[in-house]
């Protein structure tokens, strides 16, 4: 499986954004996805997931509320960005697992991984 991210780029407090990930390759092994963000000298931390029914989606408390996570039935996963700020500058990486149970914040629960996608809020 090939995660390729896109939607990234420049916004000012406040804007939106929207961020796809699109897979490529057996995509019908991918049980759940998720965004992860990793800003300059900070550990990659998570975001939010769903899984491929699109029926479980789960975000991190710094997001709850703004964020908002969709799935369509190619698997193409998307994340749209509401009152962004600036300590939501970052790059964001999407990811998948292949299985069911998961530990949604854990990057190693992961098999694969997009090359990520800058986000800039400005203030």
């Known amino acids: 499986v090939q995660l390729r991210e896109s939607g990234g780029g420049w916004v000012e407090d406040g804007g939106s954004l929207r961020l796809s990930c699109t897979p490529s390759g057996r995509t019908d092994t991918i049980e759940v996805m998720s965004w992860f963000r990793q800003a300059p000298g900070k550990e990659r931390e998570w975001v939010g997931g769903?899984?491929?029914?699109?029926?479980?989606r789960y975000y991190a408390d710094s997001v709850k509320g703004r964020f908002t996570i969709s799935i369509d039935n190619t698997r193409t996963m998307f994340l749209q960005m509401d009152r962004l700020k600036p300590e939501d500058t970052a790059v964001y990486y999407c990811?998948?697992?292949?299985?069911?149970?998961?530990?949604?914040?854990?990057?190693?629960?992961?098999?694969?991984w997009g090359h990520g996608t800058q986000v800039t809020v400005s203030s």
């Open positions: 769903i899984r491929k029914t699109g029926q479980g």
């Open positions: 990811a998948a697992c292949p299985r069911y149970a998961v530990n949604w914040s854990g990057t190693r629960d992961y098999d694969y």
